[in-house]
């Protein structure tokens, strides 16, 4: 009995040393099988969290995609209204061209008018400087005559002769033409005027302006009521001596007094006064020859 209880006891306790054995062997493999789970769960996860960025890539680039189709929407949209712009000045161009077609002729009709009036004037404008070419020559060649025909006898401080555009300027001093503080004119004077008459008789298409100067010394007598006065009768005593004594036609000289004023120099001193003192003899052409200038129908056709 005792023997058998001792068997069994062995046997369960050999039993049990086995199921031990048994379990840890299984643990062993659980735990191995847990490993290799939570390492495939592990890999699926990384999978998963991959697939949620791809997928929210792709979201993005949906996103982007419709953004950008949008754009060329409008893009498309922008090019429609630009070509029915285009097309709209298109029209208006050509009805423009239609306006100019009609009117060409008018304008070509124009245009010749035009033409015409600027060759009329070319035609003007070379007639005056040919005859103004042609009056600075005739006046040069008159200043050549009188400074030849005045040379003999005539200091040159009592004579000066001048061209200036389209007039002669003859300056004579008062010493030379008058008595002193009067207009009477003096032997010597009538020498050089008969020398001017002859030049002016032999140019009949001249006029002659006769002008008097005085000094600012104030002038007053009898007979002169001041230096207004004494360049007046001045101017006047030569184209009476003109008219009378050298047969000048009246119609062609002019008389005028410019008194103390229109000065050459100071009238401070003596040398000034003398110089101021003076008589202007102008030759010009005649004012009717410029109003001919002056007169576009006078043009050659």
Known sequence: MKNSLLLLAFVILASSCASKKRIAELQAAHNKELSIANKQLGECGEQLNDYMNRLSQCQLEKESLASSG?????????????????????????????????????????????????EQRDKY?????????????????????????????????????????????????????YFSGNSTITPRAKEVLSKIAQIIESRPELEVMVEGYTDNVPMRNSCIEDNWDLSVKRATAVVRTLQKEYNIDPNRLVAAGRG??????????AEGRAMNRRTRIIILPKLDQFYDLLNPTMVPK
């Open 70 to 118: 949008n754009v060329r929407q409008e893009q498309l949209q922008d090019l429609k209204d630009q070509l029915n712009d285009i097309r709209s000045q298109r029209d208006k161009q050509m009805e423009q061209v239609g306006d100019l077609t009609v009117l060409s002729q008018s304008a070509s009709e124009n245009i010749k008018e035009t033409l015409d009036q600027l």
């Open 125 to 177: 404008i070379h007639l005056i400087q040919a005859a103004k070419s042609k009056t600075d020559s005739m006046n040069l060649a008159l200043a050549v005559n009188l400074k030849s025909v005045l040379a003999q006898g005539i200091a040159d401080q009592d004579v000066d002769i001048k061209v200036d555009k389209t007039v002669v300027y003859v300056n004579l001093s008062d010493k030379m033409l």
């Open 260 to 269: 103390e004023y229109n000065t050459l120099a100071d009238n401070t001193t």
